[in-house]
């Protein structure tokens, strides 16, 4: 989706994606790809983009793993050269290791890392990165110019942040909560500047943004649904109940270091040590609350990253002897095994699905070579099951705008979307579509001569009007040889009743649609709709 976005502007267009907002890693996005192809036109870069996306984003990933390990680095090297304490420059390294091991409870696998895809969390892991090392640096400052110098670059940094994804908005609180109103004033004006560079190219869009923005803050549902309100309270109460159990260690300990930081603060206003761990921690929880809205695990990859400061300050802050020196080593050669073994046991799940799902592709290709190879796609899982089904879903989620293109390079490719659609009579994402986002039949793909196979996550496939056979199955996907359909049929006789619903003729709006039913119209869930809609007018008929 980010690649797809990067590749609009190539094209001069605004991108279609400007949720989170998410338009910085677009722009890196951008960057990289002009300087791969630097003197090309925007038709050649794009063809060469399409024809091989996997090294384009093999480029971006390691960009930012490069710039996540500078960042990591400086914040070390700063801390040891200002304080000559090693534990307290290695302290600040802990976050990142904790990154790897995120437990996810909703995922099919132990083990989900954010920092191994190529998402908004991956350049919050640069951008907390920077925040901290600031963040560090206004503690350490010894004089107004480096205090001026340090509020600057946290607002740059958190403008960024911001237009990176929404998430970073309790970051922003922290400095708000530390420095004085004058230099509240350079920082909110820095934020701003910042903000609208690295949104420069949604300008055009901020209404549509800001309508998002005031949606996801007013309605309970995700991404800005449902009915009106902030917050659905059992909803927000189990999400933070499961943030708590995944993540105790750091639930608690955020829990632990405000309250003790709030004592001392009371006892000692002007204690610095104690009021930066205090809003520090003030911003982590006010993190926690915020992802419990609207919970996915990868978010708390800010919130988890304020543990930089924390622990280092904390660690300065407090009384030292030998005794706690060795405990703070034992506690840091733990967690790093802990995350170290957690992380190469990720590597081997993730190898081991990869390539589970390649090669019962590469199977399914050599042994059916003109068949029609449909990747399946569904709520189970977002995983892409063959090398184009990314670029489908890529396009597909950034309006088609790529469509002409993608056909043109790939004919004759069709992807299945499972993926059931709100009760009404519209046709949205279900079904077989092309690259166009067109819906196609299967009897039509029958017609054409080939072979047509449905690879799928699992190894079930459940009556979508579709009659299967199961030819090749391993540990993770299936494939699926269509044998016979009755989809067509049944769309039409939906139409029919739809159009007879709108003249009023009801008996024969009933019997199409319970045709279409017979005939497992899908999805279901709109047929009994439409039927639901039928029913009161035939009683008012028969009255």
Not at 282 to 287: E, K, P, R, Y
Not at 409 to 427: A, I, K, V
Request: net charge positive; aromatic share 16%; proline share 5%.
């Amino acid at each position: 989706m980010f690649l797809f976005n990067a590749l609009h502007m190539v094209k001069h267009l605004t991108p279609t994606f400007l949720d989170t907002p998410g338009t910085t890693l677009q722009l890196l996005i951008l960057l990289i790809i002009r300087l791969l192809n630097f003197g090309l036109s925007a038709s050649e870069t794009l063809n060469k983009v399409l024809l091989n996306p996997e090294f384009y984003l093999s480029v971006t990933f390691y960009i930012l793993v490069i710039s996540s390990f500078i960042t990591s680095i400086l914040l070390a090297g700063y801390v040891y050269i200002k304080t000559q304490d090693k534990i307290a420059a290695l302290i600040t390294q802990l976050p990142w290791l904790s990154f790897f091991p995120l437990k996810a409870f909703d995922s099919p696998f132990p083990v989900l890392p954010a920092v191994t895809n190529i998402i908004g969390e991956h350049l919050l892991v640069v951008l907390t990165g920077l925040f901290n090392l600031f963040f560090l640096s206004l503690y350490f400052s010894k004089s107004t110019r480096q205090e001026l110098f340090s509020v600057l670059m946290l607002s740059v940094v958190c403008g960024f942040g911001l237009a990176t994804k929404l998430t970073f908005i309790p970051l922003i609180l922290i400095p708000l909560m530390i420095i004085s109103w004058r230099l509240k004033i350079l920082f909110i004006l820095g934020l701003i500047s910042s903000f609208i560079l690295g949104t420069f190219p949604v300008i055009c869009k901020y209404p549509v943004m800001f309508d998002f923005i005031m949606n996801y803050s007013t309605h309970p549902g995700l991404y800005g649904k449902g009915a009106v309100g902030i917050i659905d309270w059992p909803l927000f109460w189990a999400h933070l109940k499961i943030i708590a159990y995944y993540h105790r260690f750091f639930v608690f300990s955020t829990l632990g270091l405000f309250l003790w930081s709030t004592l001392q603060f009371i006892n000692n206003p002007g204690n610095r040590n104690t009021r930066f761990i205090w809003a520090a921690t003030l911003g982590s929880l006010a993190h926690y609350l915020f992802v419990a809205k609207h919970l996915a695990f990868h978010y708390l990859l800010i919130g988890f990253s304020l543990f930089s400061p924390i622990f280092c300050l904390f660690y300065l802050g407090i009384p030292k002897n030998i005794v706690l020196k060795r405990l703070v080593v034992i506690a840091i050669i733990l967690c790093c095994s802990m995350n170290i073994f957690q992380t190469l046991m990720y590597r081997k799940n993730m190898s081991e699905l990869s390539n589970d799902i390649n090669n019962l592709y590469e199977k399914v290709s050599s042994k059916y070579p003109n068949s029609i190879i449909v990747p399946t796609n569904s709520l189970a899982t977002n995983i892409y099951l063959t090398p184009l089904h990314g670029l489908f879903l890529g396009n597909y989620a950034s309006s088609h705008k790529e469509s002409g293109e993608l056909a043109r390079l790939y004919p004759n490719n069709y992807f299945f979307n499972t993926e059931m659609t709100e009760p009404s009579d519209r046709e949205d994402g279900y079904g077989i579509r092309d690259f166009y986002g067109n819906r196609v039949f299967a009897e039509d793909l029958l017609s054409s001569g080939s072979s047509v196979i449905f690879i799928k996550w699992g190894d079930d496939f459940p009556n979508y009007g579709l009659t299967v056979r199961l030819i090749e199955k391993s540990k993770y996907v299936s494939a699926y040889l269509l044998l016979d359909s009755t989809e067509k049929r049944a769309y039409t006789l939906f139409l029919e009743s739809v159009d007879f619903l709108n003249q009023k003729k009801y008996q024969e709006a009933f019997i199409s649609a319970f045709k279409s039913k017979a005939l497992n119209f899908q999805p279901e869930n709109k047929i009994d709709y439409l039927l639901s809609e039928i029913y009161p007018q035939l009683e008012l008929n028969k009255q």
